[in-house]
T-cell receptor
């Protein structure tokens, strides 16, 4: 059974048109993460939530926002997608902050036209 | 700053051989290390982890070795199978709590 679910798996949006990616988890984990992964590169952390506490990475553009309405769901909002935002977006969860395995979802492949 | 790198971007092995994937890290304060496997079009999948108070940990067909003296991490896969073909990432975690990924090594298993 899927533990970290991401929808949609593929998303096409137009340049400048807001888009929302969603992630849900059945693990009841405290921490949820959003990563951006471009082709042939390692995942890059954008931000994470520890419960309701939001933690933004210093180099994450303001164009990227996140919401976590409850334990199970977390959303990634891209307010004005640019061509450079085309990437795989990975959601992950972990029970705790440190020394705790992160479980990744299958990712959403975002294309910007 | 924190950074994790890999020695080789690609590795090609014959089916049945053992594979060794290497990783160098720079943050001596890192105390938790993970290896992930990522198949094409999928999210990273946990393989094995190790804490800094250990130098070796074994799983099913996989072994992780940690050498803190030279800040080196390796993943050994025994009897490599075609299904092991993927990109392998090492990742480290230290005081910042952030998981820092290395660049990845693409493993190709030839039948």
């Amino acid at each position: 059974d899927a533990m970290v679910i991401q929808n949609p798996r593929y998303q096409v949006t137009q340049f400048g048109k807001p888009v929302t990616l969603s992630c849900s988890q059945t693990l009841n984990h405290n921490v949820m993460y959003w990563y951006q992964q471009k082709s042939s590169q390692a995942p890059k952390l954008l931000f994470h939530y520890y419960d309701k506490d939001f933690n933004n990475e210093a180099d994450t553009p303001d164009n990227f926002q996140s919401r976590r309405p409850n334990t199970s769901f977390c959303f990634l909002d891209i307010r004005s997608p640019g061509l450079g935002d085309a990437a795989m977006y990975l959601c992950a969860t972990s029970r705790d902050h440190h020394a705790s395995e992160q479980y990744f979802g299958p990712g959403t492949r975002l294309t910007v036209t | 700053g924190e950074s994790v790198g890999l020695h080789l971007p690609t590795l090609s092995v014959q089916e049945g051989d053992n594979s060794i994937i290497n990783c160098a890290y720079s943050n001596s304060a890192s105390d938790y290390f993970i290896w992930y496997k990522q198949e094409s079009g999928k999210g990273p999948q946990f393989i094995i982890d190790i804490r800094s108070n250990m130098d070796k940990r074994q799983g099913q067909r996989v072994t992780v070795l940690l050498n803190k003296t030279v800040k080196h991490l390796s993943l050994q896969i025994a009897a490599t199978q075609p299904g092991d073909s993927a990109v392998y990432f090492c990742a480290e975690q230290g005081g910042s709590e952030k998981l820092v990924f290395g660049k990845g090594t693409k493993l190709t298993v030839n039948p």
